[in-house]
């Protein structure tokens, strides 16, 4: 009952707090902390002069502040980003500042600004519901806090780089609104601010660790579709024979030479090839008891394999999820590349219920094409193990990765792996790296 006015005052003192820490230099801080105390201090005039301190502090705050409305900036920005961030690594990218005035801009800082929505106030329940949490919150949201940097002194025509840096607080896009120009006063008390608008996204993908995919791949089996999607995802087409041209058949198959020779069209005729199609299942239920972490560490596992595509995709891979519903995004060496697979998994959110029955009618689709199947679970319960039990009867070579939040040293039941329990491994939550580089077959 208590939640909607406690978030709108959390609202209201944030903002604030955050017009104070802009606004204000370390120097005009520490000049309004004296004026509270001098006003603390100095309400008797005639026990102590400490009003006239009060005095002095305003008079300068209000030159410092007076100062910032003949501020004026001439300039636009560039923004140059990556191609995308990883989460937990710093991002390094440059601003161009251009000066399009005839004098020199100096003292300038320039700060980042990060579309924020603030949790709504079903979010404020529980631990959220202090200041500090309610903004470590809306920080996370956001997916960044970027500090002001310096600018160096811009010529009249010219233009500067900025260098920043910052590290991105979640994956997923870190949406940038614009950019803040911070001018000191003369005094050095008070920032005269310009903001500027310049929308950006900034993709900012999962945490990825080394493993090695390829000593998992299946074997190649066949796929229909024709000759082209083979050719396209590593498949090799293989010679049949000579016949006549028929409408319809396509032009890259005349045997241009033979027709010269016979002076009839003549065609190549290939048989229909094989290619691998891997598939990674990624679970989405989080139990109701399960820490934010064990999903984080999950998709983080599954990015590591889909990392390692590059080096090791010989042909399709699938990344097969729940979310509304069951997506399935596509990649394979010929026609696409992992960067959809990447962007899907930065965007992943974990879902409330259980979808093995969609998840289930989705693998049936596409199980007689399947070479191999990672599947990394957040738990090994029953749904669980009878999607893997369905797999296991279709015949798909599978390697079931199940997470946990930290070793608890006892051996867990492979249930439907138990003739292969070297393809069946419980990783922590907290030490993923060293559990995947040991993830051998």
């Known amino acids: 009952m208590l939640e909607r006015p406690l978030y709108r005052i959390h609202a209201f003192v944030h903002r604030i707090d955050g017009w104070f820490k802009q606004r204000f230099t370390g120097s005009g801080m520490l000049l309004t902390g004296l004026l509270v105390l001098a006003g603390v201090f100095g309400v008797n005039t005639r026990a102590n002069l400490a009003y006239q301190l009060a005095l002095l502090a305003i008079a300068l705050l209000a030159a410092a502040m007076l100062s910032a409305l003949w501020f004026r900036a001439d300039v636009s920005l560039r923004r140059r980003l990556p191609r995308y961030a990883s989460d937990g690594d710093p991002v390094h990218y440059v601003i161009e500042v251009h000066n399009h005035s005839r004098r020199v801009q100096r003292g300038l800082l320039i700060q980042e600004l990060v579309g924020v929505p603030a949790p709504g106030a079903g979010e404020t329940r529980g631990r959220l519901v202090g200041y500090t949490n309610w903004v470590a919150a809306r920080r996370r949201r956001g997916g960044a806090h970027p500090r002001p940097v310096p600018v160096p002194d811009v010529p009249p025509g010219g233009r500067v780089e900025v260098a920043l840096e910052w590290r991105p607080l979640r994956r997923g896009y870190v949406r940038l609104s614009g950019c803040a120009l911070l001018c000191p006063d003369p005094l050095g008390l008070f920032y005269a601010v310009k903001r500027i608008r310049l929308r950006d996204s900034l993709l900012v993908i999962p945490k990825r660790y080394p493993v090695d995919w390829t000593a998992w791949t299946g074997q190649m089996r066949d796929k229909p579709g024709g000759l082209k999607q083979a050719a396209s995802t590593s498949g090799v087409e293989e010679f049949a024979s000579l016949r006549e041209y028929r409408p319809g058949d396509a032009l890259r198959h005349i045997d241009w030479k033979g027709w010269a020779r016979l002076g009839t ?89 259980r979808q093995f029955a969609m998840l289930t009618e989705c693998i049936d689709e596409s199980a007689g094409e399947l070479s191999a199947c990672v599947c990394v679970l957040l738990a090994w319960d029953d749904e669980r193990r009878a999607l893997v039990s369905r797999l296991r009867r279709i015949g798909v070579p599978l390697l079931v990765l199940v997470l946990e939040d930290a070793p608890t040293g006892r051996v867990r039941d492979p249930g439907p792996m138990v003739d292969q329990p070297q393809r069946f491994k419980v990783l922590p939550a907290q030490g993923l790296a060293g559990a995947l580089a040991g993830l051998t077959r």
Not at 276 to 302: H, N, Y
Not at 309 to 328: C, E, K, N, Q, Y
């Open 265 to 353: 069209p003549i065609v190549k005729e290939y048989f229909e090839t094989c290619f691998v199609r891997q598939a990674l299942i990624l679970d989405t239920w989080l139990p109701t008891d399960a820490p934010r972490a064990r999903f984080e560490a999950a998709v983080s596992v599954a990015a590591s394999f889909v990392a390692s595509g590059p080096a090791a995709l010989r042909g399709a891979l699938d990344l097969i999820f729940v979310g509304t519903s069951v997506h399935r995004v596509s990649a394979n060496t010929g026609v696409g590349s992992l960067d959809g697979v990447l962007e899907a998994l930065a965007c992943v959110a974990p879902q409330p219920h």
